[in-house]
Nanobody
């Protein structure tokens, strides 16, 4: 099974913006982004269910925007903070219902993961 391929990670200053991408040509019922910062556990950031409804972690709400265009999933990151630093992973799954396609769903429930793209925010 092919895995998502992320790109676009970079080093930016606090308050800056970045747009990361994930190419995944297969159809998935639930897609999203997780991240893992240094010394932190992996956490859900944003998800997009099969109906196109987004969901966000409280820590990124009003700053990040998830979207999809054909084969590519995007995450627009605005007003970045040092605590946003980490490896961002694109995830996909075909078994999560719309009610469970949420960033609060445990990472282990998502079947397909990309290799990650690094985002570093300096103060």
């Amino acid at each position: 099974q092919a895995h998502p391929v992320e790109s676009g990670g970079d080093s930016v200053q606090s308050g800056g913006s970045l747009k990361i991408s994930c190419v995944e040509p297969s159809h998935w019922f639930c897609m999203g982004w997780f991240r893992q910062g240094p010394g932190k556990e992996r956490e859900g950031v944003a998800t997009l269910n099969v109906d196109g409804v987004p969901a966000y972690a409280e820590s990124v709400k009003d700053r990040f925007t998830i979207s999809r265009d054909k084969d590519t999933l995007y995450l627009q990151l605005n007003d970045l903070k040092p605590e946003d630093s980490g490896t961002y992973y694109c995830v996909a799954d075909n078994y999560l219902t719309t009610s469970r396609c949420k960033p609060g769903t445990d990472a282990s429930k998502f079947d397909n993961w990309g290799q990650g793209t690094q985002v570093t925010v300096s103060s």
